[in-house]
């Protein structure tokens, strides 16, 4: 596949920057192995407003340039137990979702950490049953456990693998949790 522009999303430190808003997220739109646009967004810690959020700046970002392919996460997870829908953010944006793990999630223990610690567990529960149905994709520096919205498998590794430079995990994802990271310690050290 050609080197196509994604955008990659991920959070930073998952720690309360003041009381409302909790964590912050970055979002790279990334074409030629180069970041070409960003924007960064609050998120609540275990909350849910996580898809919306990013579905605001995915649009924002894809309309500076045509030809994205994909949405790429970092779990189904920002900000703690935030939960991004596939579903939802793919509807909204227009744009098919590719979620990954560097490996296999645990998810009887974040299935029961949530039924436990959350009484909105019935809904946050229809996001994360998305873990049982885990696609491997074997790519070229080492597997990668996904979960795949409005594309096949074939078509995501080719993704994945256009953008890998350095590891198994893709460019613009680290890039995104650097930028993140990095903007959330000068905040929380206000």
């Known amino acids: 596949m050609e080197n196509g522009a994604v955008i990659a999303c991920d959070d930073g430190i998952v720690e309360k920057l003041d009381p409302s808003r909790a964590t912050l997220a970055a979002c790279l739109l990334w074409h030629e192995n180069r970041v070409k646009g960003s924007g960064f967004l609050r998120v609540r810690v275990d909350g849910l407003d996580a898809t919306g959020q990013l579905a605001f700046i995915v649009k924002s970002l894809s309309s500076r340039m045509p030809g994205v392919t994909a949405i790429l996460l970092d779990s189904l997870t920002i900000g703690g137990f935030n939960l991004v829908s596939p579903a939802g953010l793919s509807e909204a944006t227009g ?56 594309l096949t498998p074939e078509t995501a590794l080719s993704i994945v693998e256009s953008v890998q430079v350095w590891s198994r995990m893709p460019e613009p994802l680290r890039a995104a949790h650097y930028y993140a990271s990095e903007i959330s310690r000068i905040l929380i050290r206000g």
Request: no cysteine; aromatic share 8%.
């Open 95 to 150: 744009l098919p979702v590719i979620v990954l793990y560097k490996r296999m999630p645990r998810t009887d223990r974040i299935i029961g950490a949530v039924m436990k610690h959350f009484p909105d567990y019935k809904l946050r529960l229809r996001v994360l049953r998305l873990l049982d149905n885990i696609t491997v994709l074997h790519t070229r520096r080492g597997p990668l456990y996904s979960i795949l919205w409005r």
